[in-house]
């Protein structure tokens, strides 16, 4: 049976397999050998940790956990060697003209015929709440329609 190396007291035989030190806590301490954990970023919501071993520092040397989208100059490794891509055919001709931003058109919950029955109404000198209630919608709506109504006649 394996014996502690630093107080002799038995190991057990599956503790044994990879340590020669028992639980004890002057026993770790005095055995146990710190890891290093080195952090490498994968993307914005987590990083990936490692056990900074030899293999892994061959890794992170040859630059396997390097982010390819950074330019050679912000990484310490030179950029790798991408192959061109053709970019998809562009349209022949000139663009299409932009629409200069103005005023935005209010998007209307009405109808032409409602809109007609509201300036009828307000021409006959009834409130916007009164006409409101009579087409069965609301007073801003109501409103609206009113004012659009007269926007579109003054044209």
Do not use: F
């Not at 107080?7 to 290093?36: F, S, V």
């Not at 990936?48 to 310490?76: H, P």
């Not at 950029?79 to 053709?86: F, G, I, K, N, V």
């Amino acid at each position: 049976m394996a014996q502690c190396v630093t107080c002799g007291a038995a190991l057990h035989p599956e503790r044994a397999e990879k340590y020669n030190y028992c639980t004890k806590r002057e026993c770790r301490e005095q055995n146990a050998k710190p890891l290093t954990i080195a952090a490498v970023a994968v993307n914005k919501s987590a990083d990936q940790y490692l056990v900074l071993n030899e293999r892994t520092r061959e890794d992170l040397a040859a630059g396997r956990y390097q982010d390819r989208r950074k330019s050679s100059s912000v990484t310490d490794g030179p950029a790798p060697e991408r192959a061109r891509t053709p970019s998809p055919a562009r349209r022949s001709g000139p663009r299409p003209a932009r629409r200069a931003p103005g005023p935005r058109q209010p998007h209307r919950s009405w109808t032409k015929p409602q809109e007609d029955l509201a300036l009828i109404y307000s021409a006959q000198g009834m409130r916007p709440d009164e006409i409101a209630e009579r087409l069965g919608v609301s007073r801003y709506t109501a409103t609206q329609m009113i004012l659009a109504g007269k926007t579109r006649a003054d044209r």
